[in-house]
Every structure is written in structure tokens, then in C-alpha cells.
């Protein structure tokens, strides 16, 4: 047996574990053979896949111990999400609390329990919010994170390289973008279901913007991959599937999928632009209308991973419940 798959065999501890992408890592990594914890906020019934740990809330004052006994690697997907309409007074310092404080108080008691690697499920939004077209975004550029969000996230990147210096726990960093699958919620979970109604939407003219996304079998892939191979260790990858579209390509290929014609109208951007920021939705127009690309070659090159999955399949996969 190598090295690599003793490290294989080990128990994984994965946050996160019933949400959108946790639960569809667990459902992989069990597939595979690999021993499970999951790490749940609230009590849950065993499911016989993995053994659920209560931990509560996520912050700077989070026990970790029982959830971190004889755990070879984890996998932190737990996290305060980005929201459109944010209730709290102080963004900032709500998601300081959960993204920065609870990542490292846990990343901190993992090196001190032993386990080896620590993958951390980041976000796009660290390398900031939007491209000029043709010019993605890569591992190397500087960080420029735009909103409470992403300055969360980046704190919490740059906190766990310190530690990994200091202990010698491997840090492996993902920054996915929009990610896309069955159950998928927020404003794309909507453009699938307005496109499956049959609603015009008045984007058939946005065909010179460009997106990335990644499907979620392909981030959770990669994420397997990054548990265990050697050359993960330290790194920070950028994720995709690997063909950006325009919006208006994006929602075409959506009616495919759904066997339907999406109903475009071809308003002008410009006028799109100008509705949005008249009814206060600039951020909202800038997802539909904008650029965000990223380059996920370095992946490639590093762990010779591929996506499995292409764009067309994951979107079939991603209205499979709307189509049933």
C-alpha cells in the first residue's frame, strides 16, 4: 500500500455535511470507500452513510475536539454565504465571526489533534467580482475582494497559510464561482425554473459577456481529488467547468436541457443596465450582464485533474428534478 492510499483510508471530517455541496461530497467519498464524519449544526437521524457530529455554531469559540478525534483530513465547507439582501447591521464582522474566526479556531485544533490536510472551500469572490472579457481570473493575481463576503473569505485564506506555516497542517484552497447542480437555489435556482414556466426574459441580447461556472459534481471531484494527492498540499485552485458562455447562451442551453425553448427578448444591455440601477438592483445586473472568467488550467497542470463533467451534462443534471 503507498502512502497515498493509507492517506486514503483515513476517517475525513467534512462541515457542512447536509448542505447543497457537503451532502453530495459525502454521497462521493462514501462511494469510494472512505470512512465519513459529518460535522451538523443541529442533531440529526444517522443515515448509516456517514456519523454526524453536533458542533452548533460556527465561530471563534466552536469545540472541535470530539468531531476531530482520529480524523486523518477535513474538509470545510460550512460557511456564512453571501446574501443579496443582508439583514445584519454590520456585515463585515457577521461574517468575520463564522468565515475567519470558526475557520481557524477549527484548522488550529485540527493541527493540534494531527490530522494532515485541511481543504478549505473558498470563493471566487476573493479574486474580486467581475473580468474584462478574454481576461479571467488566475491563482496568481492579487486579491480584490469587493464585498464582505470575499474579504471574509480572503482573511480566512491568508489566516490559514500563517497557520500552516507555523504547524505544518496542508492547506489546500479552492475558490470555486457560481456553482450549479440539483436543488441549486438563489437567483440561478430561479432563471431554471422561470426558463422551465416558459417566462420571457429580456436577456436575448446579452451574447458579449462571459461566465464560468462549475457544476457540482465537478467541484466535488476536484475536492476529492485535492484530499489526497500530494501535490494538493499548499496550493490554491481555481475552478470551472471549462466553457464560458454568455447569459443568453447560458439560458439556450438551459431550455436544452429542459427539452424547451428558453423565451429570450433581446433588450439592449445598455437598457438593462439602466432599469437595474434605477430599481437599486446594480448587483443583480452585474451577474446577468458582466464577465467573470476564470482560468482553471493550473489544476490541470498541478493534479492533472479534468472536469469530469461538461457544462450540457451538468445542466441536465441540474434540472433533472424541474423535468420530473
Known amino acids: ?32 470507500g ?11 437521524t444517522a443515515s448509516g452513510s456517514f456519523e454526524p457530529v453536533m458542533v452548533g455554531g460556527i465561530d471563534g469559540a466552536t469545540e472541535w475536539a470530539d468531531a476531530l478525534a482520529g480524523v486523518d483530513a477535513v474538509v470545510h465547507l460550512a460557511a456564512r454565504v453571501h446574501v443579496m439582501d ?10 468575520r465571526g463564522v468565515n ?47 464585498d464582505p463576503y470575499g474579504v471574509s473569505k480572503r482573511e480566512a485564506e491568508d489566516g490559514l497559510r500563517a497557520l500552516s506555516a507555523e504547524t505544518g497542517l496542508e492547506v489546500v484552497i479552492i475558490r470555486p ?20 414556466k416558459g417566462v420571457p426574459l429580456p436577456l436575448g441580447a446579452v451574447t458579449q459577456n462571459r461566465r464560468s461556472l462549475v457544476a457540482l459534481d465537478n467541484l466535488v471531484d476536484l475536492i476529492v481529488t485535492c484530499l489526497d494527492h500530494p501535490a494538493a498540499a499548499g496550493e490554491t485552485f481555481l475552478v470551472a467547468d471549462g466553457e464560458d458562455v454568455s447569459t443568453a447562451r447560458l439560458l439556450r442551453k438551459v431550455g436544452d436541457a429542459l427539452e424547451r425553448p428558453a423565451r429570450l427578448v433581446p433588450v439592449p444591455v445598455w437598457m438593462l443596465r439602466a432599469g437595474a440601477s434605477a430599481l437599486g438592483k446594480r448587483e443583480m445586473a452585474r451577474r446577468l450582464l458582466g464577465s467573470l ?32
Request: glycine share 10%; no cysteine.
Open 34 to 44: 472512505v470512512a465519513v464524519r459529518g460535522a451538523v449544526r443541529r442533531e440529526v
Open 177 to 196: 464561482p457560481l456553482v450549479y447542480g440539483p436543488g441549486v437555489g438563489a437567483n440561478f435556482g430561479s432563471l431554471l425554473r422561470w426558463v422551465h
Open 1 to 32: 500500500m503507498t502512502e497515498t492510499d493509507s492517506a486514503a483510508d483515513g476517517l475525513k471530517l467534512v462541515t457542512g455535511a447536509t448542505g447543497f455541496v457537503g451532502s453530495v461530497l459525502v454521497d462521493q467519498l462514501v462511494a469510494d
Open 86 to 95: 443582508e439583514p445584519e447591521t454590520d456585515p463585515l464582522e457577521a461574517f
Open 100 to 146: 475567519v474566526e470558526g475557520t481557524l479556531r477549527l484548522a488550529r485544533q485540527a493541527a493540534e489533534a494531527g490530522v494532515r490536510r485541511f481543504v478549505f472551500v473558498s470563493s471566487v469572490k476573493v479574486n474580486g467580482e467581475e473580468t474584462p472579457t478574454g481576461q479571467p481570473f488566475r491563482e496568481a493575481d492579487a486579491p480584490a475582494p469587493e
Open 293 to 324: 472568467q476564470v482560468d482553471a488550467s493550473k489544476a490541470r497542470e498541478v493534479l492533472g485533474w479534468v472536469p469530469p463533467v461538461s457544462l450540457d451534462e451538468g445542466l441536465r443534471r441540474a434540472v433533472a428534478p424541474l423535468r420530473r
